[in-house]
């Protein structure tokens, strides 16, 4: 029987070959959108009796998006990150990336929360900035905002940092919505002409997951690569 099948692909075996090469060709394009069919959740087990908790959580309280992005701004020596020449160009920063992805982040939620839908709408839609460079306007505001700088720029005023929160009730959403407003913070310093020196580092959990999974992909890609001629 073997004698039989060795000398069949013998004779056919440029068909064999072909057939072979289509059909790996074929599976090498269908899985070319597995990333499109991956969550960011597969780093949890669900099983566990901290994922079900967050779960939990998450439902009655709405999800926490304090940590999604964190801004570390870093003054050179010799200056504050309170100078005007730093402190105002970093709030036109925040300023721009607001005004251009309003539905992916925002300063606060401003909806309607008289009703009991309002108020469920603020608790799915609390991701908001932090910003100890903002000036409010209101007396209420400006003590809040005392506090806030307070614990956002260390004693010596020579760093700071800004929370950003970022739309999305689930990892995947919020990880793509980040993915969006990413190259948005790069080359800060120098767009915005801030001082030689100043330096932003990003920080937070979108910023590790978009790393993990960039790493992830390049892995996958690097596997189909080497499995394709074996």
Do not use: C
Not at 32 to 51: A, I, N, R
Not at 109 to 126: F, I, M, V
């Amino acid at each position: 029987m073997f004698g039989a099948i060795g000398t069949f692909v013998y004779r056919m075996r440029f068909a064999v070959i072909a057939v072979l090469v289509v059909l790996m060709g074929g599976l090498g394009l269908y899985g070319l959108g597995l990333s499109k069919h991956l969550s960011q959740s597969g780093w949890f087990d669900p099983t566990s009796q901290s994922s079900k908790g967050s779960v939990v959580a998450d439902t009655a309280l709405g999800r926490d998006h304090r940590s999604d992005v964190i801004l570390l701004i870093t003054a050179p020596p010799g200056t504050k990150v309170t100078d005007p020449q730093i402190s105002t160009k970093v709030e036109k920063f925040v300023d721009d990336l607001l005004t251009k992805y309003p539905t992916v982040v925002q300063r606060a939620y401003n909806g309607d929360t008289s009703t009991p839908e309002g108020e469920q709408s603020a608790l799915r839609n609390n991701q908001q900035v932090i910003d100890p460079f903002f000036t409010p306007t209101d007396a209420a505001g400006k003590a809040a905002q005392d506090i806030v700088r307070s614990r956002t720029i260390t004693p010596d005023q020579q760093r700071a940092f800004i929370s950003i929160g970022v739309a999305g009730n689930d990892d995947t959403t919020v990880l793509n919505n980040f993915k969006t407003i990413e190259p948005f913070f790069d080359n800060i310093a120098q767009r915005y002409d801030l001082p030689a020196g100043t330096t932003f580092q990003l920080a937070g959990l979108q910023p590790v997951a978009g790393a993990m999974a960039r790493g992830m992909d390049a892995d996958i890609h690097r596997a189909e690569i080497i499995a394709l001629p074996l």
